[in-house]
């Protein structure tokens, strides 16, 4: 079970941090990831990181978003700064290894101008 927390207004240009908190230990060899939907959108991909980590970006958040993780905690976490308007969206975690994939409730994040 994944429990995302840390979504709310944010105004242009703010910062903002997402945790997504495992119930059990986050395996070692999984690949972390958040995804987001936003008002009438399909879902995508933001930030992803593999087992290695090896780290891909969607490139509309490139050198805004980071994404980590920590083992110690159970946590993943993306740091979201110089948010814009169009961050504005429904942000889900997601872990998965090899057929087995997790996805949390989801957390709001709503970019006021």
């Known amino acids: 079970q994944l429990v995302e927390s840390g979504g709310g207004v944010v105004q242009t240009g703010g910062s903002l941090r997402l945790s997504c908190v495992a119930s059990?230990?986050?395996?070692?060899?999984?690949?972390v990831a958040w995804y987001r939907q936003g008002p009438g959108k399909q879902r995508e991909m933001v930030a992803e990181?593999?087992?290695?980590?090896?780290?891909t970006y969607a490139e509309s958040v490139k050198g805004r978003f980071s994404i980590s993780r920590d083992y110690a905690k159970n946590t993943v976490y993306l740091q979201m700064n110089a948010v814009r308007p169009e961050d504005t969206a429904v942000y889900y975690c997601?872990?998965?290894?090899?057929?087995?994939?997790?996805w949390g409730q989801g957390t709001q994040v709503t970019v006021s101008s």
């Open positions: 997601n872990i998965r290894i090899p057929r087995v994939s997790v």
């Open positions: 990181q593999t087992s290695r980590g090896t780290e």
């Open positions: 059990g230990n986050i395996h070692g060899s999984s690949t």
